[in-house]
T-cell receptor
Framework: DTEVTQTPKHLVMGMTNKKSLKCEQHMGHRAMYWYKQKAKKPPELMFV???????INESVPSRFSPECPNSSLLNLHLHALQPEDSALYLC?????????????FGQGTRLTVV | AQSVSQHNHHVILSEAASLELGCNYS??????LFWYVQYPGQHLQLLLK??????LVKGIKGFEAEFIKSKFSFNLRKPSVQWSDTAEYFCAVNGYSGAGSYQLTFGKGTKLSVIP
């Protein structure tokens, strides 16, 4: 199984809503990532978890709150988002944090904030 | 800080034409380089990677890339493209960002359109 599974695939939420994005992998990877991708732009790193501990937070606003409950799961909790937060949110995982490791990406959650 | 430049924003080719997409990187440490492809509506998939060794790297679907250290380049090539190669192509570098962490940085991407 070389899949990273993200749910939901699409999400529409209001600016006062609270929602969560979920990501799951069963490859035994110990590094997991959240990226944000706007239309016609490259993915931008948001958070990195290594061995279930947050190791990188790329100055992301607090309305995005990551959580790694175990080595297979990664959540992104959303609260009070703005319309400009509408984007494709990608989850990825890799064997470990390191230069010579390959990241596997999920299909993403397309988020629309209204 | 590391960065990646992809020179071509949109490339349009006819089927069977040869492809070369440019990628230049800026990073002071040991380079780990990748090409990812994103087909319409699909997730990012790894085409090929370079960590060390032979600078000519072969990937999936007939793609290859050459690492030229003196030029800080990692260009992607394919001798004969097919309509199914229509996609967005991203070059990326994975470099050390401090405190034991590594960061995968993407170029802006090149959209390839192949005309049947």
């Amino acid at each position: 199984d070389t899949e990273v599974t993200q749910t939901p695939k699409h999400l529409v939420m209001g600016m006062t809503n609270k929602k969560s994005l979920k990501c799951e992998q069963h490859m035994g990877h110990r590094a997991m990532y959240w990226y944000k991708q706007k239309a016609k732009k490259p993915p931008e790193l948001m958070f990195v978890y290594s061995y279930e501990k947050l190791s990188i937070n790329e100055s992301v606003p607090s309305r995005f709150s990551p959580e790694c409950p175990n080595s297979s799961l990664l959540n992104l909790h959303l609260h009070a988002l703005q319309p400009e937060d509408s984007a494709l949110y990608l989850c990825a995982s890799s064997h470990r944090q390191g230069g010579n490791t390959e990241a596997f990406f999920g299909q993403g959650t397309r988020l629309t904030v209204v | 800080a590391q960065s990646v430049s992809q020179h071509n924003h949109h490339v349009i080719l006819s089927e069977a034409a040869s492809l070369e997409l440019g990628c230049n990187y800026s990073y002071g440490g040991t380079v780990n380089l990748f090409w990812y492809v994103q087909y319409p509506g699909q997730h990012l998939q790894l085409l090929l990677k370079y960590f060390s060794g032979d600078p000519l790297v072969k990937g999936i679907k007939g793609f290859e890339a050459e690492f030229i250290k003196s030029k800080f380049s990692f260009n992607l090539r394919k001798p004969s493209v097919q309509w199914s190669d229509t996609a967005e192509y991203f070059c990326a570098v994975n470099g050390y960002s401090g405190a034991g962490s590594y960061q995968l940085t993407f170029g802006k991407g090149t959209k390839l359109s192949v005309i049947p």
